[in-house]
């Protein structure tokens, strides 16, 4: 285990995160891409169609269009826009019910092809297509919360964090809510950490706390499947 990983260990232990999480942070590559390939839409849709079907195919032929007439938006219509796409289109279910694993990550390909999977898939993939619709990277993080309601213990979730600047308060968007909000008013969500392609932050940090390494992992692994998958 390298030190940058030891020291997110002691650090959220220490502010009191869930196993569950701290452990998903280790498993978190810090090998960041800084930009992905062009992608091949066409490849997309032809690999839909032969391992998921028509339905499949409908899915991603609404997904290009999508992309398509939004690419001259305002980055908030985007915002709403894929929020909306996604949350109604593609039903919730766990990773045990869809993969048959404890923690899986699906493309956005996968996700749009079992038309089902959990907050990860949709963070993942609205974070996927606004970076086509052309928001900017650093404007756009995927975030690791605590989720809280009631009574109930919290529970690790996904959400999206769009920042009109990097150190301004972000939009969420969440599979559980259907508008875009600020983060001021989601009193239910803790953060723990974020990351993107760039970098990741603990917390409520500015400023990015990791460097990049060689570690494998979950993201270094969904965005490989990713470029196979066309994308």
């Avoid at 992608?39 to 992309?67: N, S």
């Avoid at 404007?139 to 301004?168: C, D, F, N, Q, W």
């Amino acid at each position: 285990m390298t030190v940058v990983f030891a020291h997110f260990n002691r650090s959220l232990r220490g502010r009191g995160v869930h196993r569950s999480v701290w452990m998903l942070l280790m498993g978190v590559s810090l090998l960041f891409i800084s930009s992905f390939a062009a992608p091949d839409l066409d490849k997309t849709q032809a690999l839909a169609q032969q391992r998921y079907g028509a339905p499949a195919v409908a899915h991603i032929v609404a997904w290009r269009k999508l992309i398509e007439e939004a690419r001259e938006l305002p980055d908030q219509d985007k915002l709403n826009k894929v929020n909306t796409f996604f949350n109604r289109r593609i039903l919730y279910q766990t990773d045990a019910q869809v993969w048959q694993q404890e923690d899986y990550w699906a493309t956005p390909l996968e996700f749009m092809g079992r038309g089902t999977g959990d907050c990860e898939d949709f963070s993942i993939a609205k974070y996927i297509t606004l970076q086509m619709m052309g928001v900017s990277n650093e404007r756009l993080r995927l975030s690791y919360v605590r989720y809280k309601v009631g009574a109930t213990p919290p529970i690790a979730h996904m959400v999206l964090g769009y920042y009109p600047e990097p150190t301004s308060e972000p939009l969420i968007l969440d599979n559980m809510i259907s508008s875009v909000r600020l983060a001021s008013m989601r009193t239910d969500l803790t953060p723990v950490f974020s990351f993107n392609s760039d970098g990741l932050w603990v917390g409520g940090a500015t400023t990015s706390s990791a460097d990049p390494t060689a570690r494998l992992s979950r993201w270094r692994d969904v965005l490989e499947r990713m470029r196979q998958d066309g994308i």
